[in-house]
């Protein structure tokens, strides 16, 4: 395989993992910034912004790598790379997420009814 269909390969697959993984996160992600964010359009401005940043950040990752070789060599490589961009993207929306959420200490007292 040439060098431009290689890389139009890898880019298709990455474009497809990462657009997998934003689709899986859609729902839960927005419920969860609907609840930190507690206005409607600022929860659906991260939401895009995180969705966005789980589909660049591995394109960016995959498109940094050299994609000459053989075709199985380079959907390896390709795979790694998509998957790592993606699993960076989680960790920093998780950290994003984990450093604004209420903590044990920060919950208001509960009640018990008995």
């Known amino acids: 395989m040439g060098s431009l269909s290689l890389t139009l390969m890898g880019w298709f697959i990455t474009l497809t993992l990462s657009s997998l993984a934003a689709a899986a996160l859609w729902r839960p992600l927005l419920a969860l910034l609907s609840d930190l ?3 409607e359009q600022r929860s659906r401005f991260w939401a895009i912004w995180s969705v966005t940043m789980v589909i660049l950040v591995p394109l960016l990752a995959v ?7 053989d075709a199985v060599r380079v ?16 960790l ?4 994003a997420i984990w450093t604004r959420t209420p903590r044990g200490n920060d ?7 008995m």
């Open 37 to 39: 964010c507690g206005i």
């Open 107 to 113: 919950l208001p007292l509960r009640r018990e009814v």
């Open 63 to 69: 498109s940094a790598v050299d994609l000459t070789g």
């Open 92 to 95: 920093g929306m998780g950290y």
């Open 75 to 90: 959907l390896r490589t390709v795979v790694f790379y998509a998957l790592g961009g993606i699993m960076v993207a989680l």
